[in-house]
C-alpha cells in the first residue's frame, strides 16, 4: 500500500495509546479556506497530500433517498434545493452555513412512513451523485464522485477512514431539530420506533460499506452531534434509552472487522464520555475548545482508555499570531505522552484561516511532535 502503510500504523498506534514514531495529524477544511490555499498554491490543490496528513474520512451516500438534488430556486448567489432526505436547503453565498427551511416529515405519524432505501444499494458506493451529507455545507457541491473512487483515490497514501451517522445526527435531518427535540417528550413510542428503524438501516449501510471497502478501509467515523457549547442537547438518560444502544452496535460492528472508530461530536458532551468508553469507542473528536474542552485536561482521566482527535482552538489560528500558534499546538501535544492524541483542529480549518497560519501549525508538530516528546 505504499506510503499509507506508516500512516495506518501510525493513526493505529495513536488510537491503541501507543508513541509510534510521531504524532499524527488529520483534518477537515471549509471551502473559504480552500479556496484561499488554491489562489495560493494553484488550481489542482490537494490539502491532505498538500501539508503531508496521516488520515481521511470518506462519506458514502448516506441519503435516505438516492436522488439528484431537486433544484427549487436559483439566483445570483443562492440555490434552494431538495434532497434525497426530504429537506428543503436553502445555500447562500453571504453566509458560511446552509439554511434548513423545511422537512418533508412534519407530523410524529409521518415517521413511520418515511423512506429509507436500501441500506446496501450498490449505487452508494458505486455511483457518483448528489447526497445531502457529502455536498450540502459551507458550499453546495454536486456530482460527487462515487465513494469507491474516492477511496481508491487516497488508499495508497493515507489511512482512510469510512463514515456512518448515528441515529439522533440522522433523525434531524430526517424530520427537523425542533420535532426531534419535541416529539423526544411528546411522542416517545413514535420517535423510538423510528430511532430503532434508522439504527437498523444505519447497521446495515455499514455492514455494506466495509464490504465495498474490499480491506481498504483502515477505521471508521461516527457522526453524532448530540450536544451544544452548554452541553447535552437532551438529558444523558434520554441519550442512553434513545441513542446508545446503536452507537454500541456500530462499534462492536467496527471492531469485529478491525477497524477502530472516531466519534465525531460538537459541543460538550462529557456527559456521556464514560459510556463511550464502556461500550468500546477509540476516541473522540473534536473537542471544540469554545465548548471549554482542554484535550490536556481531559487526558488524564482517560489515559489508555478513550483516544482524542482535535482541540487545536482554530480562534487562535484566525487570529493569525505566530507565537500563539506555536503555544497553542505545543501545549495540546502534552495529550500525546504515552499516545492517545491525534493533532487536528477542534472542528475545522475555517475560512478565517490563512494558509500560512495552518502551515506553521503543522511546521510546530513536524517540530515538537516525534517521540520521545520534548515539548
Excluded at 441500506?119 to 458550499?139: C, H, I, K, T, W
Amino acid at each position: 500500500m505504499g506510503r499509507a502503510t506508516e500512516k495506518i500504523r501510525r493513526v493505529h498506534d495513536a488510537l491503541a495509546h501507543r508513541e509510534g514514531d510521531r504524532v499524527p495529524a488529520g483534518e477537515f477544511f471549509w471551502t473559504g479556506f480552500l479556496n484561499r490555499c488554491t489562489a495560493k498554491w494553484g488550481e489542482g490543490f490537494d490539502p491532505y497530500r498538500h501539508f503531508d496528513l496521516d488520515y481521511v474520512v470518506m462519506n458514502p451516500n448516506m441519503d435516505p433517498r438516492i436522488m439528484p438534488f431537486d433544484v427549487l430556486s436559483e439566483s445570483d448567489g443562492e440555490i434552494v434545493v431538495r434532497t434525497g432526505f426530504g429537506a428543503t436547503i436553502r445555500r447562500s453565498q453571504d453566509y458560511p452555513m446552509p439554511s434548513f427551511e423545511s422537512f418533508s416529515v412534519t407530523r410524529p405519524e409521518e415517521m413511520a412512513d418515511f423512506a429509507l432505501e436500501g441500506p446496501a444499494d450498490p449505487r452508494r458506493f458505486e455511483q457518483a451523485g448528489d447526497d445531502q451529507l457529502n455536498g450540502v455545507g459551507d458550499a453546495l457541491a454536486r456530482d460527487i464522485p462515487a465513494w469507491t473512487d474516492r477511496v481508491n483515490s487516497y488508499a495508497d497514501d493515507f489511512a482512510v477512514f469510512g463514515g456512518l451517522c448515528e441515529p439522533y445526527e440522522y433523525l434531524w435531518r430526517c424530520v427537523g431539530t425542533e420535532n426531534a427535540l419535541m416529539w423526544m417528550a411528546q411522542e416517545p413510542e413514535l420517535l423510538e420506533a423510528f430511532v430503532d428503524r434508522i439504527g437498523r438501516f444505519m447497521l446495515e449501510l455499514g455492514r455494506a460499506q466495509i464490504a465495498a471497502g474490499a480491506g481498504r478501509l483502515s477505521g471508521m467515523y461516527i457522526w453524532g452531534d448530540v450536544a451544544y457549547r452548554g452541553g447535552m442537547l437532551f438529558s444523558p438518560a434520554v441519550w442512553r434509552r434513545l441513542f446508545r444502544p446503536h452507537v454500541k452496535a456500530l462499534i462492536h460492528l467496527c471492531h469485529s472487522h478491525g477497524l477502530p472508530v472516531i466519534y465525531h461530536g460538537c459541543g460538550d458532551a462529557r456527559a456521556i464520555l464514560d459510556d463511550l468508553v464502556e461500550d468500546g469507542l477509540d476516541a473522540y473528536n473534536p473537542l471544540e475548545a469554545k465548548a471549554g474542552l482542554d484535550v490536556v485536561e481531559l487526558k488524564p482521566r482517560y489515559a489508555g482508555r478513550l483516544a482524542f482527535v482535535g482541540n487545536i482552538d482554530m480562534r487562535v489560528l484566525e487570529a493569525g499570531e505566530p507565537t500563539a500558534i506555536r503555544a497553542e499546538v505545543a501545549r495540546k501535544l502534552q495529550a500525546a505522552r504515552g499516545g492517545g492524541y491525534v493533532l487536528q483542529s477542534d472542528h475545522s480549518v475555517t475560512s478565517q484561516v490563512a494558509p500560512e497560519s495552518y502551515e506553521l501549525a503543522l511546521a510546530t508538530l513536524r517540530d515538537l511532535g516525534t517521540f520521545p516528546l520534548s515539548v
